[in-house]
Nanobody
Framework: QVQLVESGGGLAQPGGSLRLSCAASESIFRILIRGWYRQAPGKQREWVAMVGDSGRTTYDASVKGRFTISRDNAKNTVTLQMNNLKPENTAVYYC??????????????WGQGTQVTVSS
């Protein structure tokens, strides 16, 4: 089964930057959507950004202009560059791949999450 491994989380000051990366443990037949989600304690998991197979990107309004999602099809990776971080961005961040395992099956894969803490 495909495993997604995240890295890059940590502590940043308000206005600082972090870069999150997500790598698949093995090649995937087809990645339809690559996305980033986050969940703060006591809150629901929420969508942050996604990039489609075409390369088109979409962002939640709260991060647009500050966060950038990018993909590398050859490496089966996705990254999230986070600039001008705010304390309210503190959460566990998860990557998710929506994939086609074959021509008739769609399956979601989730990373284990990486902690991002923004505090002075």
């Amino acid at each position: 089964q495909v495993q997604l491994v995240e890295s890059g989380g940590g502590l940043a000051q308000p206005g600082g930057s972090l870069r999150l990366s997500c790598a698949a443990s093995e090649s995937i037949f087809r990645i339809l959507i690559r996305g980033w989600y986050r969940q703060a304690p006591g809150k629901q998991r929420e969508w942050v950004a996604m990039v489609g197979d075409s390369g088109r990107t979409t962002y939640d309004a709260s991060v647009k202009g500050r966060f950038t999602i990018s993909r590398d099809n050859a490496k089966n990776t996705v990254t999230l560059q986070m600039n001008n971080l705010k304390p309210e961005n503190t959460a566990v961040y998860y990557c998710k791949y929506k994939t086609a395992t074959n021509e008739n099956e769609i399956r979601d894969y989730w990373g284990q999450g990486t902690q991002v803490t923004v505090s002075s």
